[in-house]
Structures are given as structure tokens and as C-alpha cells.
């Protein structure tokens, strides 16, 4: 396979590649020590916050810490969207997972063994404005209105709620229904079963009937609500007798001992957490039942928005290629949820791995998902101590999205430094490789033209002025090739030199010769022999020298011939007939002459010692009893001759040198001198005329050499 | 009368083997190496002849300056030039110099020579003698030819053509419309040369032609066979 410098060099510059994996594995160290330092900064915080809430004396009593009954208590949620009083989960939607299933647990009163199915619930408690809000979600297959007619309210299904006033005085209050609907509650006077019940309007309520039973949503001014407070619903089955079932809720409403604190956020706590400021974190205080008591700060850092429009110059350039491969990024980095929701606090309760530990009294480092997809939050929790006691943990969270994007950043960074580098370095190394390759391609072809096909030396090569190792390859070239060229010239002109330098001794050796046998006249004959065959020599040298003498001047007599217009066709029987047929008795000519004649403008002269090179040449190659071939015809706009004879081939690495001068590859003896200017006389003849001479073998299956000759069919009209 | 030949040659072997040879025809011959010795000879008697090699040791031209000085000397004496190279008769007939005769040193030198002194020696006998008394005269058409004077006329106007180029003009015009071979050619010419030189001779008769008739186009070159003359 061939492999172009270009394609090898492109290869090479894919080393690039390591950049964006140096980047990978920088930005992976780079993210574990920034994951490391912010651990620490995280746990630092946290104990920072640890210290400044038990370094307040009284606060965590203040603030209801101890003491604390799940079930009982209840935690009053901040409500943080507009509520109307519908009976309906809208407004409450994102607290209703952590409502706590009242059942089996938080039976107060049971007629019978309670039964899971009969009755059980789920109620949230909130705060909006000046109102607590209240919402139940009772399960109960036989939901029991109040009789009409009847006042009694305590023979239906209804909510029992036990509130202990800000002077520490119990009030209870009933809600039934008489059908779904806005319903009132009647506080129960002390002593149930002597006073009437007293319709109390400030607490108003919603009874909905739902597929499981039915809900009651409810408001009441925080006004009526002191510290405590208690939640029961009442369940009565039998529409016949309406004797109440079962009893459930945080505690019964009737005894002030046992009802639950209710416990609001922490505003005083809050307060602290806000003189703490923790930017790009958030706090969260959480009590020993794992409820948030003060959640302060945000998860948001807002850094991730870049600040657009004021670039310049290179980053200009990178912020471009930037958000063009922004999507190849997607592939490599791990994606920020920066629009993460970040309801504050998330939830009521906070049941994370590090909470139970901090309860245990160890500080520890978590890390969470909020939701599946959504951003990664480390959190450092660390345990608040009173009086060697834990009384709930510190938690300051905060998300990795920062270190993310930074990883991230550094990703893109080394991915956009990387494309960029391809773009240009790589551009470059293929520009540099196109330049080598493309000076080398044009020495090769240099050195390609300036020999012909025929073997030719044209024009040395221009020799370029670089100073590379191309260009000593080129001058070295361009060296070789004007040796060889002087070489062929010392060979042409060496022929004349020598014939010249024989020519007046072959004279005058002769001219003694014949002076000899003339004025010796009665020689006996064999000494007569001796002159004789002394002369046939000196001619046969003669000869010899003829025709390098032919060769060497063939040039200048060439252009001083002369030209004129001829029908080759005609000739070539003529030249058959009258000059090779007689020349060469024993030899068969095969002469395929064109239908129409082929007109030429040439000098038949010259055209005719041509092709007796080639039929003299044809001749001595060819099998005996095989014919020499001769074809004329028009290809195009060229006229061509072939002549071919069967025998042995020219060897294809000397086809184009044959036609050089003094080039033979005979290697037959003979009787004629042969100094390989036959087929140098013939390209001689047809470059003269314009025209091209190869030489090939036979392709039609016979083995045997072929020369074609083309001439331009006005070869020479514009006369010299 | 025995016609005094001079013969100027820089080799010596060659000079003695030339001159014994003409001296075997019957003609009295003076030998020269070189220019000043040829020309001082000259100064005091002219030959009747004058064969020159052009190249005289190292003086490439020698031979040309003789034919200059001795044409000065004698507008009308014959002078042959003797050269070894054949692109030497191109400069001959490039320098007008005046020779009637050239020749090329070859083997076959001796067996035209004497054949060419000969016909020269009758050609100024004729042309001494007294106008048209016995002349052959051959007219062609705008050709006329005056065989024993060896002068030829194109549309009355003479050509100045060398003792080769009449023989080879006249072998093709004696049989107007035949091919005469390279070979016939060089047989009636006296010569043997090569191809070339042939082909070289029949291209200065055509430009001589055409010096006087620029349309001139009556010897033709037939298809690389040999040449004829057109009327």
C-alpha cells in the first residue's frame, strides 16, 4: 500500500490527542482536591456553626430541642405558595411524601382491636400569613355524616383538636360534617358531655370526600395557638348506632400533658445562621426527630453564569470554537443541573446517611443526590452537643457543581485547545507536508522530463536555491543529470572528432595503396591480393566512418534538406519495390497499405534513410522465414508507421534507450560495422519531423519487437 | 603542353601520394605545405591549377585565404579545394570564393581527381577558344546549357556552378523526367560521397537557381529515390 508523506505526517500530528487526555486526567486530580479542600472548608463550617449555636446558653431549650416525641410533636411547615382553603393538595404538594402514616401506632382509642383498614391518615401542618394551616387525608371505607337532625358531633366521623392556648389553657375542638363541604368547629366546652359545644368561626374547614374516604383541610389564627397542639380523627362505622371506633392522632386532644409541642422554623436560630453567612451553602439545623428546624442559604452559587459578551482576541476565538463543540463537550463531561430545585428547605426531614451518625455524636461527610438526575450535594454533618448529649446535628451542604464546572471547564478547555491545535498546528503540519511532498513530486517529475521516452536528455533541471535536504536532493540532480547529458554530447560529438581524425590517414593510406598497385603493374597476384584486400579495408573503415560522419552532421543536413508534399502510401510500395525488396532478396515484406492515400509534407529523402534504419534493424531481429511488417495509417491527427518483425524482444528497460547514440544491443556478429547509430539516425530523422519514434513489443500473443513512428501529417509545412 | 598543377596539403604523405599520382598523369606538379610558402611560389609564377586543402595545421581557414589572395592574382585560374570535412564545401559555397571544383579527401580521392583536372583543364580550353565553334549546346526550355564550356544559363543569365554541380545537373537534364539514383548521380559527378552529400549538392544547385528564379522548382526529389529534373 502506498502511504503519501502527507497521510503519514497527518498520522503523526494525531499526537495532539494526548492534550485532551492530559486534560481528563488533570481535571480528575484537580476535582479530587478540590472535592478534598471542600470537604474540609464544609466540616470546618459546620463546626464553625456547631460551636456558635451551643456557645448560646438557653437557646435550644427556647427552642423546644428536648424532649422531643416523633409522633406527638408536630412540625410546622412554612407554606411558600398561596393556599385557598379547598380541601384540596394543591399548596401542599411537595411536603405530602414526608407526611407520616398515622395507624396501629397512634391508636388513643380503640372499641375494638383496631383494624389497619378501618381508619388511618396522613396530615401536614403549615403556616401562611397569620393562619395555621392543617390538611388530613383520612383512609376510611365508611365515611359517617353527622345525623340530620341531630347535633351531636360526636356521632359521625370527625377530627378531634386539642390546642393549648398562649396562657397555657386547653381548648377542644370538634369538626364533623354533615355533608362535603365548609365546615365550622365547635370547641367542647370542659366537661364533654354537660355543656353544649360552642361554634367556634375562626376555624374554618373543608371536608372533601375522596375514593380512599376523606380529606379536611383547615385554617385557624396562630393567634388561638400557644406551644402546643394535637390531631385526632375519629372513626365511626355503623351509620345504626354511631358509636365512635377508633381513635387516632398525635396525642389526645383532651389532656394537656400529653399533646405535642407544635414546632415552627426556628427564626431565632435562623437569625444566627444569617450572621454566620455562608455564601454558595446552605445550613441546616436538624432536631433529634431528623426534622429541619432552620434551613438558611442557598444551594445556588450562581456562578455558573458566565458573563457574556466581553471577549476579545483568544478567548474570543476559544469562546467561539467553544459553543461550536459544545455538543462533542456533552460527550466527555458529566452534565450540571444547574437549575436544580432548591425549595428551602427541600424537606421536613432530613434522612440522610450522615444524620444518624451525627445523631450518634460523629461528624461525617455525605455525599447525595437531591433526585435522580439532579445535582450532587456534599454535605458535612456534624453533631450539637448539650451537656454531653446530643440534641440534633449541623448540616452545611453544599452542591459540587462548582467543582464540576470547573472540571468541566478544564475538559472543554483541553478539548477546545486540542481541536484548536488540529485546526491550526494540524493544518499547518499538513500544509508543511503538502509543501515537502509537493517539491519532492515536482523534482521527481523534473527529473522525469528531462530524460524522453526516447531517451533524450532535455533541458537540466533547474536546481532549486533552498537549502534543505531537498534541495541538495535537486542540485545533486540536477549535477547527475547534466554529467549524463555531457556524457551523451562527448558521445555524439566524439564520433565526429574520431571520424575526422581518421579520415586523412584513410586517405592517404589508400591514395599509397593505389599509387602502389598503378605504378607497379606487373605485381604477382598475390602480392596483388594483399593490396587489394589492404584497400577493402581501408573502405570497409571508411565506410564505418561514413556513417558516423551521417550520424554526427545529421542535424545540420537535416535542416537544410528539403521538404515537400508526398503520398507515404505510395512511397512506402516504392520504397519496397525498388530499394529493400532488392537490398534484401531473402526477406519477406508485409506492407498493409492504406485504402486512401496518406498525404505528408516532409523530406522523403530523409523519411526513407528513416525507415531503412528500421527495416535494416527490423531485419537483423527477425526470425528467418518470418516477415517484416509494415503499417501505415492515420490515428487521429497523427499519421503512424509500424514496423514490426517477430524474434527476440527489446528488453523494456532498453526501449527507450536504443534510440541514444552509439547505443547497441546486438549481440550478433555481422558482417557490416554496427555502432549503434541506426535508431539514433531514426529519432533523429523523426524529431526532426515532429514526430515521436518507441519502440514495444508485439501484443498480439507473437513475440517480436514493434517500432511506431508518428509524424504530424503537416509535419514540416512551415518550410525553414 | 604540360599544365603546372600546385597543390597545397598540411600532410605530408598525402601531398607526396597526390602528387606522384598527378605526376603520373602527366602533369607537372609543385607541392606546398602551407599558406606563406604557396603564396610566395605564387607571387612568381602562377600555376595552371590549384588544388587546396582548407585546413592548413593550424590555421583552421588557410585554404580560403590562398583562393582570396590567388583570385586576386588571377580571376580565371581553376582552383579545387580538398577538404576533410564535408561542412568545410558548405563554407566554400558560403564564401563565393571563387573555386570551380571540391572535393572531399576519401578513400576514391585518387580515382576522381585526375578525371576532374582533366575535365577542368578542357572546360579553360574551351572557354580561351573561340565562342559556339563546336559547342554542345543543349536547351531545355528556360535552360540552357553549354557542355564543352560547362557553363549553364537560366533565362539567358549564366549560374556559377562548381564541377560537381554541372556533371550531377546535367546527368538529370540529358534525361529530362527520369529518376537518376544517388548512385547514377554520383557515378556521372565523378564522386563518391555519401547520401547527404548528394542531397547537399542538389540543394546548392536549386539555390542557385533560385538566386536568379526564386519560383525555380524543376529538380524534384522523388520520394527519397533519387532526383529529377522537370520541365
Known sequence: MRISLQLKLALISLVLLVIPFTGFRLSGILKDNLLESRRETLMFSARAVASALTGRPGLFDRELFHALDQSRDLYLIKLSSPMRLNGKTEGWESHLQEAEEFGKDHVIFSAKPYDANSVHFKYLVGQRGDYLWAIFLVTDHHVVYQENGSDRLDRSDHLQIGVEDKDGKLHRYIMTARKPGWINAYEIPEGFDEAQPVENDNIQGVWVETPEGYDIELRMPLAMVGHKLAFAVADVNDPVTRDIETI??????????????????????????????????????????????????????GDDEVPAGTEHGLDAVIGFVNRILTPLYRLFTEPLASDFTDSSPQSATLDIKGVEEGMDGR?????????????????????????????????????????????????????????????F?????????????????????????????????????????????????????????????????????????????????????????????????????????????????????????????????????????????????????????????????????????????????????????????????????????????????????????????QGPEIPVERQGQIFNSMVSIRTQKDSKPHLGLGLFIVRTIVEHHRGTVTAGSLADGRTGAIFTVRLPPGALSQSK | MTYRIALVEDEEMLRANYSQALKREGYMVSSYANRQEALEAFTLQL???????????????????????????????????????????????????????????????????????????????????????????????????????????????????????????????????HVKSHEQLMESANVVVTNNAIAAHIRRIREKFREIDSTFDAIRAEYGMGYRWLE
Request: hydrophobic residues 40%; proline residues 4%; glycine residues 6%.
Open chain 1, 248 to 301: 387516632i392522632g398525635t396525642a389526645d386532644p383532651g389532656r394537656i400533658d400529653q399533646i405535642g409541642w407544635l414546632l415552627p422554623p426556628s427564626t431565632s436560630i435562623i437569625d444566627i445562621l444569617k450572621s454566620l453567612n455562608r455564601p454558595h451553602s446552605r445550613i441546616l439545623i436538624v432536631d433529634s426527630n431528623q426534622h429541619i428546624r432552620a434551613s438558611y442559604g442557598s444551594l445556588k452559587t
Open chain 1, 363 to 423: 461528624s461525617s461527610i455525605t455525599n447525595y443526590r437531591i433526585a435522580k438526575g439532579q445535582v450532587e450535594v456534599m454535605a458535612a454533618v456534624t453533631p450539637l452537643f448539650e451537656k454531653e448529649k446530643v440534641i440534633g446535628v449541623v448540616v452545611v451542604e453544599q452542591t459540587t457543581n462548582a467543582i464540576l464546572a470547573l472540571k468541566n471547564k478544564v475538559i472543554e478547555e483541553s478539548i477546545g485547545m486540542t481541536i484548536l491545535f488540529f485546526l
Open chain 1, 425 to 645: 498546528g494540524g493544518m499547518g503540519i499538513f500544509l508543511f507536508a503538502f509543501r515537502i511532498s509537493s517539491r519532492i513530486r515536482r523534482l521527481r517529475n523534473q527529473a522525469a522530463a528531462a530524460i524522453t521516452e526516447n531517451g533524450q536528455i532535455l533541458d537540466i533541471l533547474q536546481p532549486v536555491s533552498s537549502k534543505d535536504e531537498i534541495g541538495d536532493l535537486s542540485r545533486t540532480l540536477a549535477s547527475m543529470l547534466s554529467q549524463l547529458k555531457n556524457q551523451s554530447e562527448y558521445r555524439e560529438k566524439m564520433a565526429d572528432n574520431l571520424e575526422h581524425e581518421m579520415r586523412t590517414p584513410l586517405a592517404s593510406v589508400s591514395a599509397s595503396l593505389k599509387n602502389l598497385a598503378k605504378e607497379t603493374k606487373d605485381l604477382p597476384d598475390h602480392l596483388n591480393n594483399y593490396v587489394n584486400w589492404a584497400l577493402s579495408d581501408v573502405l570497409r573503415l571508411e565506410e564505418l566512418l561514413t556513417s558516423i560522419r551521417d550520424a554526427a552532421s545529421l542535424r545540420e543536413a537535416l535542416n537544410q534538406g528539403f521538404r515537400e508534399n508526398f503520398d507515404l502510401a505510395e512511397a512506402l510500395s516504392l520504397w519496397i519495390a525498388h530499394s529493400w525488396q532488392p537490398a534484401f532478396p531473402a526477406v519477406e515484406f508485409a506492407y498493409r497499405r492504406p485504402d486512401s492515400p496518406v498525404p505528408i509534407n516532409g523530406d522523403p529523402d530523409r523519411i526513407r534513410q528513416m525507415l531503412d534504419k528500421l527495416i535494416e534493424n527490423g531485419i537483423a531481429f527477425h526470425s528467418e522465414g518470418t516477415p517484416i511488417e509494415l503499417r501505415l495509417g492515420k490515428e487521429r491527427e497523427s499519421i503512424f508507421i509500424q514496423v514490426a518483425n
Open chain 2, 47 to 177: 600555376p595552371d591549377l590549384a588544388i587546396l586543402d582548407i585546413m592548413l595545421h593550424d590555421e583552421m581557414e588557410g585554404g580560403f585565404e590562398i583562393c582570396r589572395e590567388l583570385r586576386q592574382l588571377s580571376p580565371t585560374i581553376p582552383i579545387i579545394f580538398l577538404t576533410a570535412r564535408d561542412s568545410d564545401l558548405d563554407k566554400v559555397s558560403g564564401l563565393r570564393l571563387g573555386a570551380w571544383d571540391y572535393l572531399t579527401k576519401n578513400t576514391t580521392t585518387l580515382d576522381f581527381l585526375p578525371v576532374r583536372i582533366s575535365a577542368l583543364f578542357k572546360m579553360l580550353e574551351a572557354l580561351r577558344g573561340a565562342t559556339g565553334s563546336s559547342e554542345h549546346i543543349i536547351s531545355a526550355g528556360r535552360l540552357r546549357i553549354e557542355e564543352e564550356r560547362k557553363q549553364v544559363f537560366w533565362d539567358d543569365r549564366l549560374l556559377n556552378l562548381t564541377l560537381t554541380e554541372f556533371w550531377l545537373l546535367f546527368s538529370l537534364v540529358r534525361r529530362p523526367g
